[in-house]
Protein backbone atom coordinates (compact mmCIF):
# COMPACT_ATOMS: atom_id res chain seq x y z
CA UNK A 1 0.00 0.00 0.00
CA UNK A 2 1.66 3.54 -0.99
CA UNK A 3 -0.08 6.61 0.72
CA UNK A 4 0.73 9.56 -1.33
CA UNK A 5 0.11 12.89 0.47
CA UNK A 6 0.89 16.79 -0.45
CA UNK A 7 1.79 17.52 2.83
CA UNK A 8 2.24 15.11 5.91
CA UNK A 9 2.77 16.26 9.48
CA UNK A 10 4.47 13.68 11.57
CA UNK A 11 6.28 16.25 14.15
CA UNK A 12 7.04 19.59 15.35
CA UNK A 13 9.90 19.84 14.10
CA UNK A 14 9.53 18.50 10.56
CA UNK A 15 8.00 21.02 8.97
CA UNK A 16 6.05 19.41 6.01
CA UNK A 17 2.65 20.39 6.68
CA UNK A 18 0.23 23.56 7.27
CA UNK A 19 -3.03 22.45 8.31
CA UNK A 20 -5.57 20.07 8.82
CA UNK A 21 -4.34 17.82 5.19
CA UNK A 22 -1.03 17.35 6.77
CA UNK A 23 -1.89 16.54 10.24
CA UNK A 24 -4.37 14.23 9.27
CA UNK A 25 -2.44 12.33 6.94
CA UNK A 26 0.17 11.71 10.09
CA UNK A 27 -2.30 10.63 11.82
CA UNK A 28 -3.34 8.26 9.59
CA UNK A 29 -0.01 6.57 8.79
CA UNK A 30 0.12 6.66 12.61
CA UNK A 31 -2.74 4.33 13.01
CA UNK A 32 -1.55 2.56 9.88
CA UNK A 33 1.33 1.29 12.16
CA UNK A 34 -0.55 0.62 14.87
CA UNK A 35 -2.75 -1.99 12.94
CA UNK A 36 0.71 -3.14 10.93
CA UNK A 37 -0.78 -2.08 7.20
CA UNK A 38 1.82 -2.98 5.25
CA UNK A 39 2.53 0.92 4.05
CA UNK A 40 5.26 3.34 2.29
CA UNK A 41 4.30 7.25 2.51
CA UNK A 42 5.48 9.19 -0.04
CA UNK A 43 5.50 12.91 0.30
CA UNK A 44 7.99 15.89 -0.69
CA UNK A 45 10.62 17.72 1.66
CA UNK A 46 9.77 21.17 2.16
CA UNK A 47 13.09 22.90 2.62
CA UNK A 48 12.16 26.20 3.60
CA UNK A 49 9.05 24.76 5.34
CA UNK A 50 5.75 26.64 6.09
CA UNK A 51 6.31 29.87 7.62
CA UNK A 52 6.58 31.26 10.98
CA UNK A 53 3.75 33.23 12.07
CA UNK A 54 4.35 36.71 13.75
CA UNK A 55 1.53 38.83 14.54
CA UNK A 56 2.29 42.50 15.23
CA UNK A 57 0.15 45.00 17.88
CA UNK A 58 -1.76 46.02 14.78
CA UNK A 59 -3.30 42.53 14.32
CA UNK A 60 -1.55 42.33 10.98
CA UNK A 61 0.08 38.51 10.09
CA UNK A 62 4.04 38.25 9.10
CA UNK A 63 5.61 35.58 7.91
CA UNK A 64 8.89 34.58 9.08
CA UNK A 65 11.07 31.78 6.98
CA UNK A 66 11.04 28.68 8.81
CA UNK A 67 13.98 26.99 7.56
CA UNK A 68 14.35 23.30 9.45
CA UNK A 69 17.52 21.01 10.42
CA UNK A 70 16.31 18.04 7.56
CA UNK A 71 19.68 15.86 8.99
CA UNK A 72 18.52 16.03 12.59
CA UNK A 73 15.39 14.35 11.38
CA UNK A 74 15.25 12.43 8.45
CA UNK A 75 17.52 9.96 7.19
CA UNK A 76 18.83 10.24 3.47
CA UNK A 77 18.46 7.38 1.06
CA UNK A 78 20.74 6.33 -1.25
CA UNK A 79 18.12 5.87 -4.23
CA UNK A 80 18.18 8.11 -6.66
CA UNK A 81 15.53 8.66 -9.67
CA UNK A 82 14.53 11.60 -12.20
CA UNK A 83 11.94 13.34 -13.88
CA UNK A 84 10.82 15.54 -17.07
CA UNK A 85 9.50 18.92 -16.24
CA UNK A 86 9.31 20.86 -18.92
CA UNK A 87 11.50 18.90 -20.99
CA UNK A 88 14.38 19.22 -18.48
CA UNK A 89 15.70 15.97 -16.23
CA UNK A 90 15.09 17.23 -12.56
CA UNK A 91 16.96 14.52 -10.63
CA UNK A 92 15.67 13.63 -7.13
CA UNK A 93 16.55 11.86 -4.01
CA UNK A 94 14.70 10.59 -1.09
CA UNK A 95 14.71 10.80 3.05
CA UNK A 96 13.23 8.88 5.59
CA UNK A 97 11.35 8.91 8.64
CA UNK A 98 9.70 6.09 10.44
CA UNK A 99 6.60 5.99 12.28
CA UNK A 100 6.41 3.12 14.41
CA UNK A 101 3.26 1.32 15.95
CA UNK A 102 1.92 0.34 19.40
CA UNK A 103 3.72 -3.09 18.64
CA UNK A 104 6.33 -1.76 16.96
CA UNK A 105 5.94 -2.40 13.55
CA UNK A 106 7.15 0.82 11.49
CA UNK A 107 5.58 2.29 8.38
CA UNK A 108 8.19 4.59 6.59
CA UNK A 109 7.58 7.91 5.30
CA UNK A 110 9.15 9.22 2.33
CA UNK A 111 10.37 12.57 1.25
CA UNK A 112 11.37 13.49 -2.17
CA UNK A 113 13.99 15.93 -2.52
CA UNK A 114 14.76 17.92 -5.78
CA UNK A 115 17.81 20.08 -3.86
CA UNK A 116 20.77 18.27 -5.72
CA UNK A 117 23.78 19.86 -7.21
CA UNK A 118 22.69 18.13 -10.76
CA UNK A 119 19.45 20.60 -11.06
CA UNK A 120 19.40 24.01 -12.11
CA UNK A 121 18.76 26.65 -10.00
CA UNK A 122 15.17 26.49 -9.73
CA UNK A 123 14.54 22.80 -10.30
CA UNK A 124 16.13 22.74 -6.44
CA UNK A 125 13.74 25.08 -5.27
CA UNK A 126 10.45 22.73 -6.54
CA UNK A 127 10.39 21.21 -3.11
CA UNK A 128 11.13 24.06 -1.20
CA UNK A 129 8.17 25.63 -0.62
CA UNK A 130 4.88 24.12 0.53
CA UNK A 131 1.96 25.60 -1.44
CA UNK A 132 4.00 28.21 -2.61
CA UNK A 133 4.41 29.89 -6.21
CA UNK A 134 1.86 30.03 -8.77
CA UNK A 135 0.31 27.45 -10.65
CA UNK A 136 3.31 26.89 -13.05
CA UNK A 137 5.66 26.26 -10.03
CA UNK A 138 2.65 24.14 -8.25
CA UNK A 139 2.21 21.54 -11.36
CA UNK A 140 5.95 20.84 -11.43
CA UNK A 141 5.75 20.04 -7.73
CA UNK A 142 2.65 17.34 -8.31
CA UNK A 143 4.84 16.03 -11.06
CA UNK A 144 7.38 15.20 -8.89
CA UNK A 145 4.77 13.92 -5.86
CA UNK A 146 3.07 11.74 -8.29
CA UNK A 147 5.57 10.78 -10.91
CA UNK A 148 8.11 10.59 -9.31
CA UNK A 149 6.80 9.41 -5.72
CA UNK A 150 6.21 6.18 -8.06
CA UNK A 151 9.70 5.91 -9.40
CA UNK A 152 11.76 6.63 -6.52
CA UNK A 153 9.36 3.74 -4.71
CA UNK A 154 11.00 1.27 -7.61
CA UNK A 155 14.32 2.55 -7.06
CA UNK A 156 13.83 1.55 -3.39
CA UNK A 157 12.50 -1.54 -3.80
CA UNK A 158 8.45 -1.11 -4.01
CA UNK A 159 8.01 -3.30 -6.99
CA UNK A 160 4.70 -4.93 -6.17
CA UNK A 161 2.42 -1.88 -4.84
CA UNK A 162 -0.81 -3.39 -4.58
CA UNK A 163 -3.06 0.16 -4.25
CA UNK A 164 -2.21 3.52 -4.38
CA UNK A 165 -4.09 5.59 -1.80
CA UNK A 166 -4.70 9.85 -3.21
CA UNK A 167 -5.26 11.41 -0.65
CA UNK A 168 -6.42 14.58 -2.60
CA UNK A 169 -5.82 15.60 -6.15
CA UNK A 170 -2.49 16.82 -5.99
CA UNK A 171 -1.08 13.43 -6.43
CA UNK A 172 -3.28 12.08 -9.18
CA UNK A 173 -0.22 12.37 -11.75
CA UNK A 174 1.18 9.12 -10.66
CA UNK A 175 -1.57 7.75 -12.44
CA UNK A 176 0.24 8.57 -15.38
CA UNK A 177 3.37 6.86 -14.58
CA UNK A 178 1.61 3.94 -13.27
CA UNK A 179 -0.47 3.79 -16.70
CA UNK A 180 3.12 4.38 -18.52
CA UNK A 181 4.11 0.95 -16.92
CA UNK A 182 1.07 -0.78 -17.68
CA UNK A 183 2.26 -0.09 -21.43
CA UNK A 184 5.67 -0.90 -21.29
CA UNK A 185 4.47 -4.43 -19.23
CA UNK A 186 2.34 -4.86 -22.34
CA UNK A 187 5.20 -4.37 -24.62
CA UNK A 188 3.99 -0.78 -25.51
CA UNK A 189 4.59 2.61 -25.96
CA UNK A 190 1.19 4.54 -26.07
CA UNK A 191 -1.29 3.43 -23.22
CA UNK A 192 -4.41 2.39 -23.98
CA UNK A 193 -8.39 2.27 -22.48
CA UNK A 194 -7.13 -1.04 -21.08
CA UNK A 195 -4.14 0.18 -19.20
CA UNK A 196 -6.58 2.63 -17.63
CA UNK A 197 -8.71 -0.26 -16.20
CA UNK A 198 -5.94 -2.11 -14.83
CA UNK A 199 -5.00 1.38 -13.60
CA UNK A 200 -8.04 2.54 -11.95
CA UNK A 201 -8.08 -1.41 -10.49
CA UNK A 202 -5.16 -0.38 -8.14
CA UNK A 203 -6.09 3.34 -6.90
CA UNK A 204 -7.90 4.85 -4.03
CA UNK A 205 -8.99 8.29 -4.13
CA UNK A 206 -9.76 10.48 -1.03
CA UNK A 207 -11.48 13.90 -1.81
CA UNK A 208 -11.15 16.96 1.04
CA UNK A 209 -12.62 19.70 -0.57
CA UNK A 210 -16.58 20.71 -0.56
CA UNK A 211 -16.61 23.05 -3.32
CA UNK A 212 -15.51 23.14 -7.12
CA UNK A 213 -12.90 26.19 -6.06
CA UNK A 214 -11.05 24.28 -4.01
CA UNK A 215 -9.88 21.85 -7.04
CA UNK A 216 -6.93 22.12 -8.76
CA UNK A 217 -6.73 22.52 -12.52
CA UNK A 218 -4.61 23.98 -14.67
CA UNK A 219 -4.60 24.69 -18.22
CA UNK A 220 -4.33 22.24 -20.59
CA UNK A 221 -0.80 24.29 -22.24
CA UNK A 222 0.37 24.33 -19.05
CA UNK A 223 0.41 20.82 -18.87
CA UNK A 224 1.10 19.54 -21.80
CA UNK A 225 4.73 22.42 -21.15
CA UNK A 226 5.13 20.87 -17.74
CA UNK A 227 4.37 17.17 -18.59
CA UNK A 228 5.28 16.39 -22.10
CA UNK A 229 2.96 16.73 -25.22
CA UNK A 230 1.25 13.32 -24.35
CA UNK A 231 -1.70 12.87 -26.79
CA UNK A 232 -2.30 9.47 -25.28
CA UNK A 233 -2.69 10.36 -21.46
CA UNK A 234 -4.49 13.93 -22.88
CA UNK A 235 -6.92 12.35 -25.24
CA UNK A 236 -8.16 9.41 -22.58
CA UNK A 237 -11.79 10.08 -21.90
CA UNK A 238 -12.91 11.49 -18.45
CA UNK A 239 -9.27 13.44 -17.94
CA UNK A 240 -10.18 16.25 -19.18
CA UNK A 241 -12.53 18.81 -17.74
CA UNK A 242 -13.82 21.92 -19.18
CA UNK A 243 -12.58 21.54 -22.43
CA UNK A 244 -8.95 23.30 -21.86
CA UNK A 245 -8.60 22.28 -17.95
CA UNK A 246 -6.40 19.16 -16.49
CA UNK A 247 -8.36 19.11 -13.62
CA UNK A 248 -6.13 16.71 -10.62
CA UNK A 249 -9.55 15.86 -8.87
CA UNK A 250 -11.70 14.68 -12.06
CA UNK A 251 -8.43 12.44 -12.41
CA UNK A 252 -8.25 10.87 -9.13
CA UNK A 253 -11.88 10.00 -9.66
CA UNK A 254 -11.49 8.84 -13.48
CA UNK A 255 -8.19 6.56 -12.68
CA UNK A 256 -9.91 4.87 -9.02
CA UNK A 257 -11.35 1.92 -8.36
CA UNK A 258 -12.87 3.54 -4.89
CA UNK A 259 -13.29 7.31 -4.20
CA UNK A 260 -14.74 8.86 -0.59
CA UNK A 261 -15.48 11.82 0.79
CA UNK A 262 -14.11 12.73 4.68
CA UNK A 263 -17.53 12.85 6.20
CA UNK A 264 -21.27 11.30 5.46
CA UNK A 265 -22.52 14.95 4.49
CA UNK A 266 -19.61 16.08 2.45
CA UNK A 267 -19.88 12.35 0.60
CA UNK A 268 -23.61 13.65 -0.11
CA UNK A 269 -22.14 17.10 -1.20
CA UNK A 270 -19.34 15.63 -3.31
CA UNK A 271 -21.78 13.08 -4.83
CA UNK A 272 -23.93 16.29 -6.00
CA UNK A 273 -20.51 17.93 -7.27
CA UNK A 274 -19.42 15.31 -8.86
CA UNK A 275 -22.56 13.07 -10.30
CA UNK A 276 -22.37 10.42 -11.60
CA UNK A 277 -19.09 8.98 -9.89
CA UNK A 278 -19.78 6.37 -6.70
CA UNK A 279 -18.51 7.91 -3.96
CA UNK A 280 -18.39 6.66 -0.69
CA UNK A 281 -17.81 8.23 3.11
CA UNK A 282 -14.81 7.80 5.82
CA UNK A 283 -15.10 10.12 8.05
CA UNK A 284 -12.22 11.12 9.29
CA UNK A 285 -10.67 10.86 12.66
CA UNK A 286 -8.01 11.63 15.09
CA UNK A 287 -4.77 9.09 16.50
CA UNK A 288 -6.34 9.19 20.20
CA UNK A 289 -2.79 8.45 21.52
CA UNK A 290 -1.24 11.49 19.56
CA UNK A 291 -4.01 13.77 20.97
CA UNK A 292 -4.99 13.07 24.11
CA UNK A 293 -3.05 15.31 27.16
CA UNK A 294 -0.87 14.09 29.94
CA UNK A 295 -3.56 14.01 32.38
CA UNK A 296 -6.31 12.44 30.67
CA UNK A 297 -3.96 9.97 29.44
CA UNK A 298 -3.20 8.96 32.97
CA UNK A 299 -6.82 9.07 33.90
CA UNK A 300 -7.51 6.42 31.11
CA UNK A 301 -4.73 4.18 32.16
CA UNK A 302 -6.26 4.17 35.64
CA UNK A 303 -9.94 3.37 34.15
CA UNK A 304 -9.68 2.18 30.75
CA UNK A 305 -6.44 0.73 30.40
CA UNK A 306 -6.94 -0.66 26.78
CA UNK A 307 -7.65 2.52 25.36
CA UNK A 308 -4.25 2.57 23.34
CA UNK A 309 -5.17 -0.39 21.38
CA UNK A 310 -8.35 -0.33 21.59
CA UNK A 311 -10.18 2.91 21.10
CA UNK A 312 -13.84 1.80 21.14
CA UNK A 313 -13.23 0.70 24.67
CA UNK A 314 -13.20 4.97 25.66
CA UNK A 315 -16.67 3.94 25.83
CA UNK A 316 -16.00 3.07 29.82
CA UNK A 317 -15.28 6.62 29.86
CA UNK A 318 -19.06 6.39 31.22
CA UNK A 319 -17.91 4.95 34.27
CA UNK A 320 -14.92 7.17 35.49
CA UNK A 321 -16.27 9.48 38.79
CA UNK A 322 -16.48 12.78 37.77
CA UNK A 323 -13.99 14.75 40.18
CA UNK A 324 -11.70 12.49 38.42
CA UNK A 325 -12.63 14.26 34.99
CA UNK A 326 -12.41 17.43 36.30
CA UNK A 327 -9.47 17.20 38.02
CA UNK A 328 -7.86 16.35 34.87
CA UNK A 329 -9.01 18.76 32.70
CA UNK A 330 -8.35 21.43 35.47
CA UNK A 331 -4.58 20.50 35.08
CA UNK A 332 -4.83 20.70 31.52
CA UNK A 333 -6.61 23.60 31.70
CA UNK A 334 -3.52 25.36 34.04
CA UNK A 335 -1.16 24.58 31.92
CA UNK A 336 -3.29 26.24 28.50
CA UNK A 337 -3.55 29.67 30.93
CA UNK A 338 0.35 29.21 31.95
CA UNK A 339 1.08 29.19 28.58
CA UNK A 340 -1.27 32.11 27.36
CA UNK A 341 -0.12 34.09 30.39
CA UNK A 342 4.09 33.55 29.26
CA UNK A 343 3.66 33.97 25.78
CA UNK A 344 0.62 37.02 24.92
CA UNK A 345 0.94 38.34 28.62
CA UNK A 346 -2.75 37.97 28.88
CA UNK A 347 -3.72 37.16 32.97
CA UNK A 348 -6.82 34.63 32.51
CA UNK A 349 -8.46 33.39 35.29
CA UNK A 350 -9.21 29.16 36.24
CA UNK A 351 -12.77 29.21 37.12
CA UNK A 352 -14.06 31.28 34.03
CA UNK A 353 -15.57 29.59 31.43
CA UNK A 354 -12.93 29.05 28.29
CA UNK A 355 -13.92 29.18 24.80
CA UNK A 356 -11.41 28.06 21.91
CA UNK A 357 -10.78 28.55 18.30
CA UNK A 358 -7.75 27.52 17.05
CA UNK A 359 -7.60 26.55 13.35
CA UNK A 360 -6.58 28.08 9.74
CA UNK A 361 -7.34 31.64 9.69
CA UNK A 362 -9.98 31.54 6.53
CA UNK A 363 -12.71 33.61 5.87
CA UNK A 364 -15.42 30.67 5.20
CA UNK A 365 -14.17 29.57 9.03
CA UNK A 366 -15.85 32.83 10.22
CA UNK A 367 -13.67 33.14 13.71
CA UNK A 368 -15.16 36.70 14.29
CA UNK A 369 -18.65 35.25 14.13
CA UNK A 370 -18.92 35.55 17.79
CA UNK A 371 -17.84 39.33 17.53
CA UNK A 372 -20.94 40.47 15.50
CA UNK A 373 -22.68 42.19 17.85
CA UNK A 374 -19.74 42.94 20.76
CA UNK A 375 -22.08 45.08 22.47
CA UNK A 376 -24.42 41.53 23.16
CA UNK A 377 -21.12 39.57 23.92
CA UNK A 378 -20.33 42.06 26.60
CA UNK A 379 -23.63 41.93 28.48
CA UNK A 380 -23.53 38.17 28.17
CA UNK A 381 -19.98 38.13 29.87
CA UNK A 382 -21.32 40.51 32.34
CA UNK A 383 -24.74 39.47 33.09
CA UNK A 384 -24.64 35.53 32.67
CA UNK A 385 -21.08 34.61 33.44
CA UNK A 386 -17.56 36.05 32.73
CA UNK A 387 -16.30 34.18 28.88
CA UNK A 388 -12.57 34.50 28.35
CA UNK A 389 -11.60 33.31 24.71
CA UNK A 390 -8.18 31.62 23.42
CA UNK A 391 -7.73 32.12 19.70
CA UNK A 392 -4.87 30.77 17.11
CA UNK A 393 -4.19 29.98 13.55
CA UNK A 394 -2.55 30.75 10.88
CA UNK A 395 -3.78 32.64 7.50
CA UNK A 396 -2.17 31.39 4.34
CA UNK A 397 0.33 34.27 3.09
CA UNK A 398 -1.56 34.74 -0.19
CA UNK A 399 -5.45 35.19 1.58
CA UNK A 400 -5.87 38.39 2.42
CA UNK A 401 -9.30 37.52 3.23
CA UNK A 402 -7.71 35.42 6.52
CA UNK A 403 -4.76 38.46 7.48
CA UNK A 404 -8.16 40.50 7.23
CA UNK A 405 -9.89 37.92 9.65
CA UNK A 406 -7.01 38.09 12.38
CA UNK A 407 -7.11 41.49 12.35
CA UNK A 408 -10.77 41.72 12.77
CA UNK A 409 -10.27 39.58 15.66
CA UNK A 410 -7.99 41.89 16.95
CA UNK A 411 -9.82 44.75 16.92
CA UNK A 412 -12.33 43.35 18.48
CA UNK A 413 -9.85 41.79 21.52
CA UNK A 414 -9.02 45.82 21.94
CA UNK A 415 -13.07 46.74 21.91
CA UNK A 416 -13.99 43.95 24.44
CA UNK A 417 -10.83 44.47 27.10
CA UNK A 418 -12.88 45.89 29.55
CA UNK A 419 -15.29 42.98 29.61
CA UNK A 420 -13.67 39.52 27.86
CA UNK A 421 -10.27 38.66 28.18
CA UNK A 422 -8.96 37.86 24.78
CA UNK A 423 -5.78 36.12 23.69
CA UNK A 424 -4.32 35.41 20.18
CA UNK A 425 -1.37 33.24 20.60
CA UNK A 426 0.85 33.59 17.89
CA UNK A 427 2.71 30.74 15.35
CA UNK A 428 -0.17 27.86 15.44
CA UNK A 429 1.38 24.44 15.25
CA UNK A 430 0.54 20.82 16.56
CA UNK A 431 1.67 21.07 20.12
CA UNK A 432 -0.56 24.46 20.39
CA UNK A 433 -3.32 22.79 19.11
CA UNK A 434 -2.86 20.00 21.43
CA UNK A 435 -2.84 22.56 24.15
CA UNK A 436 -5.75 24.44 23.09
CA UNK A 437 -7.97 21.43 22.47
CA UNK A 438 -7.55 20.14 25.89
CA UNK A 439 -6.90 23.22 27.81
CA UNK A 440 -10.24 24.74 27.09
CA UNK A 441 -13.38 24.16 28.88
CA UNK A 442 -15.74 24.71 25.27
CA UNK A 443 -14.55 24.04 21.73
CA UNK A 444 -16.25 27.10 18.98
CA UNK A 445 -16.52 26.21 15.93
CA UNK A 446 -18.39 28.51 12.91
CA UNK A 447 -17.94 27.18 9.02
CA UNK A 448 -20.04 28.37 6.57
CA UNK A 449 -21.92 25.58 5.76
CA UNK A 450 -20.95 23.53 3.78
CA UNK A 451 -17.67 24.45 3.53
CA UNK A 452 -16.22 22.16 6.36
CA UNK A 453 -15.73 18.87 4.16
CA UNK A 454 -14.77 17.33 7.96
CA UNK A 455 -12.42 18.88 10.67
CA UNK A 456 -10.84 17.37 13.29
CA UNK A 457 -9.98 20.11 16.05
CA UNK A 458 -13.66 19.10 17.73
CA UNK A 459 -12.75 15.81 17.05
CA UNK A 460 -9.25 15.97 19.45
CA UNK A 461 -11.19 18.30 21.85
CA UNK A 462 -13.75 15.57 22.73
CA UNK A 463 -10.70 13.81 23.49
CA UNK A 464 -10.23 15.30 26.30
CA UNK A 465 -13.37 16.06 27.54
CA UNK A 466 -14.60 19.29 26.13
CA UNK A 467 -17.95 19.50 24.33
CA UNK A 468 -18.09 21.11 21.19
CA UNK A 469 -20.22 24.10 20.17
CA UNK A 470 -20.87 24.30 16.64
CA UNK A 471 -22.65 25.01 13.37
CA UNK A 472 -23.72 21.39 12.16
CA UNK A 473 -21.61 20.68 9.41
CA UNK A 474 -18.50 18.49 8.89
CA UNK A 475 -18.33 15.73 11.39
CA UNK A 476 -19.80 17.49 13.66
CA UNK A 477 -23.32 16.70 11.64
CA UNK A 478 -22.49 13.25 13.15
CA UNK A 479 -20.89 14.09 16.66
CA UNK A 480 -23.89 16.20 17.75
CA UNK A 481 -26.17 15.41 20.22
CA UNK A 482 -27.59 18.54 21.52
CA UNK A 483 -26.58 18.71 25.80
CA UNK A 484 -25.15 15.61 25.63
CA UNK A 485 -22.34 15.76 23.31
CA UNK A 486 -22.08 20.05 22.76
CA UNK A 487 -24.48 22.42 21.31
CA UNK A 488 -25.53 23.56 17.88
CA UNK A 489 -25.26 26.97 16.34
CA UNK A 490 -28.06 27.39 13.83
CA UNK A 491 -30.44 26.59 11.49
CA UNK A 492 -29.31 22.86 10.89
CA UNK A 493 -30.55 23.16 7.82
CA UNK A 494 -29.72 26.02 5.71
CA UNK A 495 -26.52 25.85 4.12
CA UNK A 496 -24.36 28.28 1.51
CA UNK A 497 -27.08 29.81 -1.24
CA UNK A 498 -29.76 28.69 0.79
CA UNK A 499 -30.18 31.81 3.21
CA UNK A 500 -27.58 31.26 5.73
CA UNK A 501 -26.83 34.78 7.76
CA UNK A 502 -24.03 35.47 9.50
CA UNK A 503 -26.70 37.38 11.80
CA UNK A 504 -28.67 34.67 12.02
CA UNK A 505 -26.27 32.15 13.28
CA UNK A 506 -24.86 34.92 15.52
CA UNK A 507 -28.00 34.91 17.22
CA UNK A 508 -28.39 31.54 17.92
CA UNK A 509 -24.82 31.64 19.54
CA UNK A 510 -25.72 33.95 21.49
CA UNK A 511 -28.83 32.89 22.65
CA UNK A 512 -27.68 29.68 23.35
CA UNK A 513 -24.48 30.81 25.08
CA UNK A 514 -26.31 32.75 27.44
CA UNK A 515 -29.04 30.66 28.02
CA UNK A 516 -27.81 27.34 28.19
CA UNK A 517 -23.98 27.12 28.00
CA UNK A 518 -23.27 29.57 30.58
CA UNK A 519 -25.76 28.48 33.44
CA UNK A 520 -24.90 25.14 32.88
CA UNK A 521 -21.14 25.31 33.29
CA UNK A 522 -21.33 27.97 36.36
CA UNK A 523 -24.52 26.76 38.43
CA UNK A 524 -24.20 22.81 37.47
CA UNK A 525 -20.84 21.52 37.74
CA UNK A 526 -21.58 17.88 37.83
CA UNK A 527 -24.08 18.14 34.44
CA UNK A 528 -21.24 19.72 33.21
CA UNK A 529 -19.02 17.18 33.82
CA UNK A 530 -21.32 14.94 32.34
CA UNK A 531 -21.28 16.78 29.13
CA UNK A 532 -17.80 16.39 29.07
CA UNK A 533 -17.58 12.50 29.76
CA UNK A 534 -20.37 11.55 27.15
CA UNK A 535 -17.78 13.81 24.76
CA UNK A 536 -15.28 11.26 25.56
CA UNK A 537 -17.09 8.11 25.31
CA UNK A 538 -19.83 9.14 22.32
CA UNK A 539 -17.42 10.75 20.10
CA UNK A 540 -13.89 10.53 21.42
CA UNK A 541 -14.36 6.60 21.16
CA UNK A 542 -15.50 6.53 17.81
CA UNK A 543 -14.33 10.08 15.95
CA UNK A 544 -10.41 8.39 15.85
CA UNK A 545 -8.28 7.40 13.42
CA UNK A 546 -7.81 3.54 14.03
CA UNK A 547 -11.77 3.00 13.34
CA UNK A 548 -11.40 5.17 10.24
CA UNK A 549 -8.16 3.25 9.10
CA UNK A 550 -10.42 -0.16 10.02
CA UNK A 551 -12.45 1.39 7.29
CA UNK A 552 -10.11 2.47 4.72
CA UNK A 553 -8.24 -1.40 5.02
CA UNK A 554 -12.33 -3.06 4.48
CA UNK A 555 -14.12 -0.75 2.10
CA UNK A 556 -10.58 0.61 0.32
CA UNK A 557 -7.43 -0.65 0.29
CA UNK A 558 -8.55 -4.49 -0.05
CA UNK A 559 -11.35 -4.05 -2.16
CA UNK A 560 -11.75 -6.76 -5.15
Given at each position: ??????E????????????????L???T???A????V?M??V?L?Y?????????G???WQ???A?A???EE?L???????A???????????????????I??????V???????????????????????????Y?????????????????E????D????????????????????E??????????????????Q???V??????????????????????I?????F???????YE??????????L?????????A??????????????????????????R???P??????????????????????????????????????????????????????????????????????????????????????S??????????A?K????D????EL???????????R????????????????????SGV????????P????????????????V????????W????????????S???????????????????????????????L?????????????H???????????????????L??Y???
Amino acid sequence: MAYFSMEIGLEEGIHTYSGGLGVLAGDTIRSAADFRVPMAAVTLLYRKGHFRQEIGDDGWQREVAAAWPVEEHLEEMGARTAVEVEGRTVHLRAWKREVTGIDGFAVPVYFIDSDLSENSDWDRTLTHHLYGGDDHYRLSQEVILGIGGVRILRELGYGDVKSFHMNEGHAALLTLEILDEAARAAGRREVTEEDKRAVQDRCVFTTHTPVPAGHDKFPIGLARKVIGDRDDFFGLGGVLYEGNLLNMTYLGLNMSRYINGVAKKHGEISRLLFAGYCIDAITNGVHVGRWVSPPFAELFDRHVPMWRRDNFSLRYALSIPREEVWSAHTEAKRRLLGYVREEAGVEMEEEILTIGFARRATPYKRGDLIFRDGERLARISRGAGEIQLVYAGKAHPRDQGGKELIRRIFQAKDALRDDIKIAYLEDYSMTLGGMITSGVDLWLNTPEPPMEASGTSGMKAALNGVPSFSVLDGWWVEGHIEGLTGWSIGDPVRGKGEGRDNSRDAASLYEKLEGVIIPLFYQDREGWTDVMIHSVAINGSFFNTQRMMQEYVLNAYYLR
